[in-house]
């Protein structure tokens, strides 16, 4: 992969990861709204449960995405970037351009979600 496509790749990387980062604020800011105490009855503390939990799964898919783009960042500086981490073949660039982050080639995605499912 050619220097200019890497830098293009990784300013794509770190976009995203800014976004999410926002995101992860946004969501701590509001987990903290949330506070038990501010309730009064059983209906709302079972909202206020349910409005964390889901800020909490949110964060997580997250948290997640964030690591799998520091990875992604790691492998442009390592130059592997680009490559399927399976099978060792190029990734293709629609897919990259689709998802910048990924391990995978299509084939081995696939492959990889049949198993886990
Ligand atoms: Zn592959």
């Not at 503390?45 to 997580?60: G, P, Q, R």
């Not at 790691?74 to 293709?92: F, P, S």
Request: a neutral charge; proline letters at 2%; glycine letters at 2%.
């Amino acid at each position: 992969m050619r220097k200019q496509e890497k830098e293009r790749y990784k300013k794509k990387l770190l976009t995203k990861k800014a976004e999410i980062v926002e995101t992860l604020n946004e969501v701590l800011n509001q987990s903290k709204e949330v506070e038990p105490d501010v309730v009064q009855d059983a209906g709302d503390k079972a909202e206020t449960a349910y409005t964390k939990e889901f800020l909490l799964n949110l964060s997580t898919t997250e948290r997640k995405q964030l690591s799998k783009i520091d990875e992604a960042l790691g492998r442009i500086e390592e130059c592997t970037y680009g490559t399927c981490q399976m099978c060792h073949k190029q990734i293709n660039k629609k897919r990259l351009n689709a998802v910048p982050w990924a391990l995978y080639c299509i084939h081995c995605q696939e492959k990889a979600e049949e198993e886990s499912a």
